[in-house]
């Protein structure tokens, strides 16, 4: 079905032979959202421990000097004829690992990357407990974040975070900075709560924030009236109350948290498979209850997570991935065949009761993944999968807010953001004449959004390219003569190299590339200069095992990022996907034999 491929010649080597000018139209995105990410390739090159996604080398240098420019005068169709035949074998590689990749119960999961946030409070919990086999984890843990803690610097909420847990848990005296406007924003608030009381339980000075007494009676009016609040930030919030109390001496209230917090603890001893949510009990059960089965239960639960190099990752995301995946893949004959049938039986069996999807099995239902799994489940046949569209329809037209919007979680507080109303808006569009639920106002609040801002933004990756691929097929128009403005200034972001970066001023990466050719695909940009370039990036950058390294995009907990593998490859690979269309349209097959199209 594929193409063998040449031996690897640049395509800017072998088309530029009379080149396309092309101009850059930097778009304007928000004040923190343009700061770069640091392309740690410590990080990149460390242990996955377990990771089914390979990360391999760093992302080499961006910049003029890394790519020869276009010239102009070849026609579209000598580019194909250059270009197919590296896509289809580039495709091949990736469509070859992940159906390894793929796990027994057809779905597919990642260990995320290493950062400072997870490792900090996970070493920090151990390092409270009077047993020696905590003290060794948390030595390990300490040793790590020595040489290789380096915290996130693109919001100053996040760089404060990851500083100050750095500082904690190497026991260093500096203080806790909480100084920053930011930290009083509505959605980092209790943010700001955790990291202080951590720092009150801990003794240690921060600049900034309310006091010891405000903070207290600000967490007894929360957990007293606390709205209807994800399970695990219920956890985290009697967390932060229980490390408080302890601070004040009222050992009765701490002890009486503290057992709110071991109700809803999993027999294995974690809380909901998150490590910060989980490290956060430990340090609340020691303070009020170090003696009980519950904290015994935590630690060694913490014990038994930590990897070899150290370090502790964040929460893994099976349904999300899995459902991701297949929205990038479906449609390639051989992961039609090979990965699907098995992808769609997992999907099928991880739907909630209430018919919803969680982003990981066995937690509660989010709109943003409801959405993804019903996109991904478009045209699947079956008798259950058809039964679980009908109840995933149901579940969305349950979430609608009486805007006719939809938030992310089914908790109080939490704002309408631009990927999930389009992942919801598309979800339903995929399935016509099988619901009711208006969309005019989803549509209309995405298109205002753009006329406010210029832009979108993405409320879970970070970047233009994520932001305006997800959001540009919600809209429900046809795409005028030249694509989309989004699309548009999208290509005018495009470095020399013919990458595309998170955020003006950051490197290109193989997934804000992926994505952004995706977008452009979307957005009807048929510029063959934004293509070659594009594609060409990513032809360089894949490894011989069919992946790309990766940076951290994806927002969790906000603001910090996270880096899945499973993520990287499904957005640079869309990327190839969209170029494999694209050069379809340009130009007749450089090959004998049929290539398949997507």
């Not at 203080?175 to 700001?192: E, G, Q, Y």
């Not at 058809?386 to 009486?402: D, I, K, N, S």
């Not at 305006?468 to 403005?485: D, I, K, N």
Request: glycine fraction near 10%; include cysteine; charged fraction near 20%.
């Amino acid at each position: 079905m594929f193409c063998s491929a040449p031996e690897h010649v640049s395509a800017m080597e072998t088309i530029s032979r009379g080149g396309w000018p092309f101009a850059r139209e930097l778009s304007t995105p928000s004040e923190y959202d343009r700061r770069p990410i640091r392309v740690n390739d410590r990080a990149l090159r460390s242990s996955r421990g377990g990771s089914l996604m390979s990360t391999g080398p760093g992302i080499p240098p961006s910049g003029p000097s890394s790519r020869r420019s276009f010239s102009s005068g070849i026609s579209e169709a000598r580019m194909s004829s250059v270009l197919r035949p590296r896509v289809e074998h580039a495709l091949a590689q990736a469509t070859r690992h992940v159906l390894a990749a793929q796990r027994d119960d057809g779905s597919w999961l990642a260990v995320p990357a290493p950062r400072v946030t997870e490792t900090a409070l996970c070493t920090l919990a151990l390092g409270h407990s009077p047993l020696s086999a905590d003290g060794g984890a948390a030595a390990r843990g300490r040793a790590w974040l020595a040489v290789s803690g380096t915290p996130q610097d693109h919001h100053p909420v996040a760089h404060a975070m990851e500083t100050a847990l750095l500082s904690l848990a190497l026991g260093t005296s500096a203080p806790v900075d909480m100084s920053h406007p930011s930290f009083t924003d509505r959605a980092l608030s209790a943010r700001a709560r955790l990291l202080q009381a951590v720092a009150l339980h801990t003794g240690r000075v921060t600049i900034g924030g309310p006091g010891p007494d405000v903070l207290r009676g600000n967490l007894s009016a929360a957990v007293s009236d606390p709205g209807r609040l994800k399970r695990w930030t219920r956890v985290e919030l009697w967390a932060a109350q229980t490390l408080v109390e302890a601070s004040f001496g009222n050992h009765t209230g701490a002890l009486r948290t503290a057992r709110l917090i071991a109700d809803q603890q999993a027999p294995e001893g974690d809380f909901f498979g998150n490590p910060v949510t989980t490290a956060l009990a430990a340090l609340a059960l020691q303070a009020a209850a170090p003696g009980t089965a519950a904290a015994r239960r935590c630690r060694a639960y913490l014990r038994k997570r930590q990897l070899p190099d150290g370090t502790w990752r964040f929460s893994t995301s099976d349904v999300w991935d899995t459902a991701l995946t297949v929205r990038t893949f479906r449609g390639d004959a051989a992961f039609d065949r090979h990965g699907l049938p098995a992808a769609v039986a997992f999907l099928v069996a991880a739907q909630n009761a209430d018919g919803g999807w969680p982003y990981r099995s066995g937690l509660e239902s989010d709109n943003d993944t409801t959405a993804s799994v019903l996109v991904a489940l478009t045209g699947a046949d079956g008798t259950s999968r058809a039964t679980a569209v009908r109840a995933g329809l149901r579940h969305l037209a349950g979430q609608q807010t009486a805007d006719g919007l939809w938030r992310t979680w089914q908790s109080a507080g939490d704002p309408p953001v631009d990927d999930v109303i389009a992942h919801v808006v598309v979800a339903l569009d995929s399935h016509p004449g099988r619901h009711e639920v208006p969309l005019t106002a989803a549509r209309g609040w995405l298109n205002d959004r753009f006329r406010e801002q210029g832009r979108w933004h993405g409320g879970w990756y970070r970047g233009l390219p994520y932001a305006t691929a997800e959001v540009l097929p919600a809209l429900g128009t046809v795409v005028r003569a030249g694509g989309h403005p989004a699309a548009r200034a999208l290509a005018g972001a495009r470095h020399p190299d013919g990458g595309w970066p998170a955020e003006a001023g950051g490197p290109s990466t193989p997934a804000t590339t992926g994505l952004a050719l995706t977008a452009l695909d979307r957005g009807g940009v048929l510029d063959a200069a934004h293509w070659a370039a594009g594609l060409d990036y990513l032809l360089a950058n894949q490894r011989a095992d069919g992946t790309w390294p990766g940076v951290p995009l994806m927002y969790g907990p906000r603001p910090l990022l996270t880096q899945y593998p499973t993520h990287t490859h499904a957005f640079a690979a869309g990327g190839l996907f969209a170029g494999r269309r694209r050069l379809q349209a340009f130009g007749s097959p450089a090959c004998a034999c049929p290539c398949e199209g997507r």
